[in-house]
């Protein structure tokens, strides 16, 4: 942790405002994993929906999934209509990128986010990569920011970088940790993680941050 006198010298965040935040990912543990802690900072400053496009329910091996979901979001504080688990099958998004856009044309005409996150344009996964491109078209004139999910993306480098707290780094690891079923993947162990964070807060000379790709900023400059 960095003492007060190194909060003193550091150089003062960018402050976002937005009242509405979108988080808008694939298939469940998908916005967990690349924007876990960032939901713990903000989760009583601001008004958050959550969309997760596909339930997995065609994989047998995956039936616990959604309840895993529900139960990790809810330690983030995301419960009821504020987390939505949508329907489409996993690995066939291209062939129904239509209905994704009108799904998420629907997000903006009745939400109507200020800030959207979704995919980094460095996933290669065909389920991701569906989702940002539709997310682009859908919310034209919207800041987009792309997090990151480990196990597919490629090439990824964060170049927003967003200060998080020791509080929400443990926040993200006790939600990641109701996913039981993939308990034994290498992308939910707790210390890739934890130094993940601790990483992109080192490029921001913080503690902790969460990194995203600026895939589209709208902005203006204040007086103040």
Do not use: W
């Not at 967990?32 to 802690?37: M, P």
């Not at 983030?76 to 489409?88: A, E, M, S, Y």
């Not at 389920?127 to 987009?144: C, I, K, P, S, Y």
């Amino acid at each position: 942790m960095a003492s007060s006198q190194q909060n003193k010298n550091m150089n003062q965040n960018l402050i976002l405002y937005g009242k509405r935040v979108c988080f808008i990912g694939a298939h469940p543990d998908d916005i967990e994993l690349g924007c876990g802690a960032l939901i713990s900072n903000i989760g009583n400053r601001a008004d958050i929906l959550c969309v997760t496009l596909s339930d997995n329910k065609k994989n047998p091996e995956l039936q616990n999934l959604v309840a895993e979901h529900k139960a990790s979001m809810a330690v983030l504080g995301i419960t009821g209509n504020h987390d939505i688990v949508k329907d489409f099958e996993t690995r066939r998004f291209p062939q129904v990128r239509q209905e994704i856009l009108e799904t998420m044309l629907d997000i903006k005409r009745t939400f109507k986010p200020e800030i959207v996150f979704v995919h980094t344009k460095n996933d290669i996964h065909q389920d991701h990569v569906t989702v940002t491109d539709e997310a682009l078209r859908a919310f034209r004139g919207t800041t987009v920011l792309g997090f990151d999910v480990l196990r597919s993306s490629y090439g990824f480098f964060p170049h927003f970088l967003i200060e998080v707290s020791e509080q929400d780094v443990e926040k993200k690891l006790a939600a990641l940790a109701e996913y039981k079923t993939y308990t034994s993947r290498y992308y939910f162990d707790s210390q890739i993680t934890r130094a993940t964070m601790i990483r992109h807060g080192a490029l921001a000379e913080r503690p902790f941050a969460e990194g995203f790709d600026l895939i589209r900023v709208v902005a203006q400059f204040g007086e103040d």
